[in-house]
């Protein structure tokens, strides 16, 4: 179970867009469309931000978006404002019940 | 409001056993609809999954870490724990519990964490 590959730091402008890569394999990402993402500020617990690949959970801006195709899942955060400047974790369900978290992007709002 | 909250000893020597629980509150932990779990972070370092349980006691690890790890729960108290034995400076992280749901297979609650050093 390998970690799932995300680039290390991302960085936009306010307003801008950006988006987050989420490379997996064929044992997780690409055979379940069950992929989660995680917002993460140092020192406190992180939040889900997209689940089952697309979707929100209550109350989370719809600046943030997720898709997927094959085995790479992606979150896009539009709008970029200074308080997404965060750590973003996606994470991938890999069957009988196990996970496999990615190793996180640091995302700097210039 | 659900709340999650890691307790423990946050300096363990090597090789002896960390142990950790997870105190619930604001929600039932023996809900059907939930199972229950435990994941790291080392310092500057990704999260890693570590392991899951269920109210009736099913538990799934990772098997990375399978032989070294247990994961139990006490429904009369509310709380579940994390046992990891021989530990080295490796273990050494940032510890969480949360809840997650299996349907959509996301993490949906989380503890704050507790920091757990290995060292002699």
């Known amino acids: 179970q390998s970690a799932l590959t995300q680039p290390a730091s991302g960085s936009g402008s306010p307003g801008q867009s950006i988006t987050i890569s989420c490379t997996g394999s064929?044992?997780?990402?690409?055979?379940?469309?069950?992929v989660s993402w995680y917002q993460h500020y140092p020192g406190k617990a992180p939040k889900l931000m997209i689940y089952?690949?697309?979707k929100r959970p209550s109350g989370v801006s719809n600046r943030f978006s997720g898709s997927q195709s094959g085995n790479t899942a992606s979150l896009t955060i539009s709008g970029l404002q200074a308080d997404d400047e965060a750590d973003y974790y996606c994470?991938?369900?890999?069957?009988?019940?196990?996970?496999?978290f990615g190793t996180g992007t640091k995302v700097t709002v210039l | 409001q659900l709340q999650l909250q890691e307790s423990g000893p946050g300096l363990v020597k090597p090789p002896e056993t960390l142990s950790l629980t997870c105190s619930v509150s604001?929600?039932?932990?023996?809900?059907?609809?939930?199972?229950w779990g435990w994941i790291r972070q080392p310092p500057g370092k990704g999260l890693e999954w570590i392991g899951s349980?269920?109210?009736?006691?099913?538990?799934y690890y990772n098997a990375s870490l399978k032989s070294r790890v247990t994961i139990s729960v006490d429904t009369s108290k509310s709380q579940f724990s994390l046992k990891v034995t021989s530990v080295t400076a490796a273990d050494t992280a940032l510890y969480y519990c949360?809840?997650?749901?299996?349907?959509?297979?996301?993490?949906?609650?989380w503890g704050r964490g507790t920091l757990v050093i290995v060292s002699s």
């Open positions: 949360a809840r997650n749901n299996p349907i959509s297979s996301s993490w949906t609650d």
């Open positions: 064929s044992s997780d990402v690409g055979n379940y469309n069950l």
């Open positions: 994470c991938s369900y890999a069957g009988g019940t196990t996970y496999v």
């Open positions: 349980i269920y109210y009736t006691g099913n538990t």
């Open positions: 089952e690949g697309s």
């Open positions: 604001g929600g039932s932990i023996s809900s059907s609809a939930y199972y």
